[in-house]
């Protein structure tokens, strides 16, 4: 769709949206089951074309991606009411009715370019939205190919027309035009930091993401070989690109040698203070930021360009350190295979230490225990601006939902307001409609019989105005 | 008054003396309305008269019934095509298209 003008790719929106607004939900349903059964037999496919295009992680871990993104985000919403009455509340008189928002702008990401087209063409479509598919640059040509593949799929199932498009060659100008467009009703901003700010500067209402810095704190009641294997699990996953994936290990001084250990036997190389400074200069660019280059990069590719002799067999980098912040480049998310590592003096340093990696770059996202301790549980969640604290599983995988406990599953992972987000919740379908409240007349009758003039009287105060407001005879 | 009556399967139009009459039934899907494109634009192109779309009995519009509609107005000018009769529904569908300017809808 290279030729369209942002006008006219917003007036197919547009029109989409108008002629989806006559579907019930049975029609609904059967176009979102076809694009799911599509992109799920695609899983394979797209997960080679986005490993192959972009060069980043792993394609079998791509597919995984994928499963989540139609499998698991299929069985979340199935059920899901999205048109017309979704609740009636007859003894409050509320009746909800959901309504689309409207077309949607999806800007996809590259490292997990397949899975995010086709969890966000599910929950918009589910929500009888159309949706504009804006690829990364990076990975234009397997986004824009899931997307064509979830969209033949709905038109197969009856979808309207244009209700899928996708921008294959478009300017950061137009890009941004789009964003600002008045036709426009969301945008589902997953991505990079400065293209998310980008959208919520548009004016169009956002859901955004912000970066994550995820911590993991190994207390002393964990079973050490199981977190390690469960944090390599996750912090290997795809080499790393999910932004809820560990990036730094916090334990106390008395678990460093076993836990040290523990990650030894998995394939990881801790480095000397010179090998961590020679880590950081290949990880970040001029201005300071990730360098591109090594995101999703294998360990030994990454040791390598740093001029770095790790073992063949190297799986991930550790970089012992002594604190958090621009002088610790290395205790900044890094989405690859490289952690930071800290041995703390008891539980209350662990967390202070928590704390200021949560707030170094990864405010409202992610944060990660292993503990079988639930003071200790309640403790640590109470104190990090995390919107999920997972405990004793996978980071990247837990926050992802689903597969390890009963979060939505999404990858779009909502920051809270730490991350300039509106919401902390696991971004869904939900999301995606206007819910229109029905209200019957309830009576209050407590403000029915009281002597409104008492309001008027400034002799009374706000004890005896609650008193003779709830008085009951 | 009527002039002229064209009876076909999918449309009946009729000339009223300066505008199209054209009744419509059913569900305006995808290869009904490609069907009847091609013969009512001619038709409006051939007078260049206005047209009206009476949708009494229409429950479903396709994307390709607004095309149509958008070829329509662009062959006979902003405000000479209208719908009447128009079921809820379907005018809401006009409005969150954004043709409810062009396209006159009574």
Not at chain 1, 88 to 107: K, M, R, S
Not at chain 1, 288 to 315: C, E, F, K, N, Y
Not at chain 2, 47 to 72: H, K, M, P, W, Y
Not at chain 2, 86 to 102: N, R
């Amino acid at each position: 769709m290279s030729a369209v003008s942002v006008d006219e790719i917003m007036q197919r929106a547009t029109a989409a949206a108008g002629i989806f607004s006559q579907y019930d939900q049975q029609q609904t349903d059967r176009i979102v089951e076809s694009v799911y059964r599509a992109g799920f037999a695609a899983r394979v496919r797209l997960a080679r074309f986005a490993q192959e295009e972009t060069g980043i992680g792993r394609w079998d871990h791509k597919v995984i991606k994928n499963v989540v993104a139609t499998q698991f985000v299929y069985e979340d919403i199935r059920d899901l009411k999205t048109v017309g009455v979704i609740r009636e509340d007859t003894d409050n008189g509320i009746l909800e009715i959901a309504q689309p928002v409207g077309p949607i702008l999806a800007i996809i990401p590259a490292t997990n370019p397949t899975s995010t087209v086709m969890f966000k063409v599910l929950s918009a479509l589910k929500t009888r939205n159309p949706v504009i598919v804006s690829p990364s640059r990076r990975a234009t040509a397997c986004t824009v190919e899931a997307a064509r593949i979830c969209y033949e799929a709905a038109l197969d199932a009856g979808a309207p027309e244009d209700c899928v498009q996708w921008l294959a060659d478009v300017s950061r100008e137009q890009t941004q035009a789009l964003m600002a467009h008045s036709g426009l009703a969301l945008i589902l901003a997953t991505g990079a930091t400065g293209l998310v700010h980008s959208a919520y500067s548009s004016g169009t209402p956002t859901l955004g993401v912000g970066p994550g810095n995820v911590p993991v704190f190994i207390d002393r009641s964990a079973d050490v070989p199981f977190a390690v294997n469960e944090i390599c699990a996750s912090k290997l996953f795809d080499n790393g690109t999910i932004c809820a994936s560990e990036q730094a290990i916090v334990v106390e001084r008395a678990l460093a040698d076993d836990v040290m250990a523990a990650f030894r036997q998995h394939g990881a190389y801790f480095l000397n203070p010179a090998e961590s400074r020679q880590l950081e200069a290949l990880v970040l660019d001029t201005s300071g930021h990730m360098s591109a280059d090594i995101v999703g990069r294998p360990a030994t590719d990454i040791a390598q360009r740093a001029g770095l002799a790790v073992p063949p067999d190297t799986t991930l980098l550790i970089a012992p350190l002594d604190g958090v912040g621009d002088d610790y480049p290395l205790s900044r998310e890094i989405l690859a295979p490289i952690l930071a590592f800290y041995a703390v003096e008891g539980f209350d340093h662990a967390v202070n230490v928590c704390i200021d990696l949560n707030f170094y770059g990864g405010i409202g996202h992610t944060v990660s225990l292993f503990c079988n301790d639930e003071a200790r549980i309640t403790a640590f969640a109470s104190l990090m601006n995390a919107g999920r604290i997972v405990v004793n599983m996978p980071s990247a995988q837990g926050a992802v939902g689903r597969m390890y406990n009963s979060l939505s599953p999404s990858l779009t992972l909502g920051c809270g307001t730490g991350g300039k987000n509106i919401t902390t919740d696991n971004v869904t379908a939900r999301h995606l409609i206007n819910i229109q409240r029905v209200t019957r007349r309830r009576e209050d009758r407590r403000f029915a019989r009281f002597d409104l003039s008492l309001y008027l009287d400034e002799g009374v105060d706000a004890d005896a105005i609650h008193e003779a407001f709830n008085r009951n005879y | 008054m009527a002039t002229a009556t064209t009876t076909q399967t999918d449309f009946d139009l009729t000339d009223t003396g300066g505008t199209w009459h054209c009744v419509l039934a059913g569900r305006l899907d995808t290869e009904r309305c490609e069907r009847i494109t091609e013969p009512l634009l001619s038709r409006l192109q051939e007078s260049n008269q206005g047209i009206t779309f009476d949708l009494a009995e229409v429950s479903f519009v396709a994307s390709s019934f607004l095309r149509l509609c958008i070829l329509a107005t662009r062959a006979v000018g902003n405000g000479n095509v209208c719908l009447v009769n128009t079921a809820p529904t379907i005018k809401k569908v006009f409005k969150i298209a954004g043709l409810d300017g062009p396209i006159r809808i009574d």
